[in-house]
Nanobody
């Protein structure tokens, strides 16, 4: 079992920045891919960014050039640096980790508003 705990969400003005963190704990052999999904009100959950164990990264077109995903395997932690935030980035952001099965965090709310 893997438990994921996200942190770093909050209220930020348009153009601002936030960094999300997600720490994995529990009993597991290894974590392969980690990443972030988001779900805005009234919309389907969508992949924001993912990073493989080898460091390969994948981004949604809507966040390319603004968001950066990284991971620290020694800490079993994945990060999402979000710059130039827009109101349309407002959503609950969910961390995921793949370790044979996919685990989900409970989410952290990001609100971009003036």
């Amino acid at each position: 079992q893997v438990q994921l705990v996200e942190s770093g969400g909050g209220l930020v003005q348009p153009g601002g920045s936030l960094r999300l963190s997600c720490a994995a704990s529990g009993v597991f052999y290894s974590i392969n891919a980690m990443g972030w999904y988001r779900q805005a009100p009234g919309k389907q959950r969508e992949l924001v960014a993912s990073i493989s164990r080898g460091g390969s990264k994948n981004y949604a077109d809507s966040v390319k050039g603004r968001f950066t995903i990284s991971r620290d395997d020694a800490k079993n932690t994945v990060y999402l640096r979000m710059n130039s935030l827009k109101p349309e980035d407002t959503a609950v952001y969910y961390c995921i980790a793949d370790s044979g099965v996919r685990y989900w965090g409970k989410g952290t709310l990001v609100t971009v508003s003036s």
